[in-house]
């Protein structure tokens, strides 16, 4: 199946310091990526969409300020929590979508722990 | 988007089959169905996916209601590796679409 990287998988970090999280598709193309975050013991909760080349759309609730999405290209995309805080502590994960086939694949996650 | 309902956890005997159910009684008529499972700490992955028919696969087989308002996941026969969250959702086939996820069912495996 195909291969989607995040890096780093885990990152603890003081509060107020910002954290950059990679997602690399390694075998296919996407031109759509969307982001999750899943809280402990919670489900999976749709962060953003971003299409490689455009501005990232936010789901309601989701500071766009906070959470920079960047889409450069179409196998890296990168979420950056800037002036991160305990509560933005969770698990992060991309999933990229294959721009040939439609089919959405699940990064292995970042867990961001924030002191 | 079209909700589905499921059970919060379950628990089954390890080297039994399990039949994970799922509702959704809003199901349009071009959703698929599909199965998602998370193990701890890690991603989600696929299962299985289906639109009227009965589907199997290595991983698992999906029954779909004839009505389409339910289906069930069943793994043959369970081993300690499937202890994980299992999701059903349902998708839009066409286009890019977002999936939402649901809380899913907690799997528990007993040795």
């Known amino acids: 199946g195909a291969v989607v990287s995040q890096h780093p998988s885990r990152v603890i970090c003081k509060s107020g310091t910002s954290v950059k999280i990679e997602c690399r598709s390694l075998?296919?193309?996407?031109?759509?990526m969307f982001w999750y975050r899943q809280f402990p013991k919670q489900s999976l909760m749709l962060m953003a969409t971003?299409?490689?080349?455009?501005?990232?759309?936010?789901e309601q609730g989701v500071e766009k300020d906070k959470f920079l999405i960047n889409h450069a290209s179409l196998t890296l995309s990168t979420l950056t929590v800037t002036s991160a805080h305990p509560e933005d502590s969770s698990f992060y994960i991309c999933?990229?979508?294959?721009?040939?086939?439609?089919?959405?694949?699940f990064g292995p996650g970042t867990r961001l722990t924030v002191l | 988007d079209a909700k589905t309902t499921q059970p919060n956890s379950m628990e089954s005997n390890e080297e039994e089959p399990v039949h994970l159910p799922c509702n959704h009684s809003?199901?349009?008529?071009?959703?698929?169905i599909h199965w998602y499972r998370q193990l701890p700490s890690q991603g989600p992955e696929y299962v299985i996916h289906?639109?009227?028919s009965n589907v199997n696969n290595r991983m698992a087989s999906l029954a779909i209601a004839e009505d389409r308002k339910s289906s069930t996941l069943i793994l043959h026969r369970a081993t300690l590796r499937d202890a994980a969250v299992y999701y059903c959702?349902?998708?839009?086939?066409?286009?890019?679409?977002?999936?939402?996820f649901g809380t899913g069912t907690r799997l528990t495996i007993i040795p």
């Open positions: 999933v990229p979508t294959d721009a040939l086939t439609d089919t959405q694949y």
């Open positions: 075998d296919f193309q996407a031109t759509t």
């Open positions: 971003s299409n490689e080349g455009s501005k990232a759309t936010y």
């Open positions: 809003t199901i349009s008529g071009t959703d698929y």
């Open positions: 289906g639109l009227t």
């Open positions: 959702i349902l998708k839009y086939p066409f286009g890019n679409e977002k999936l939402t």
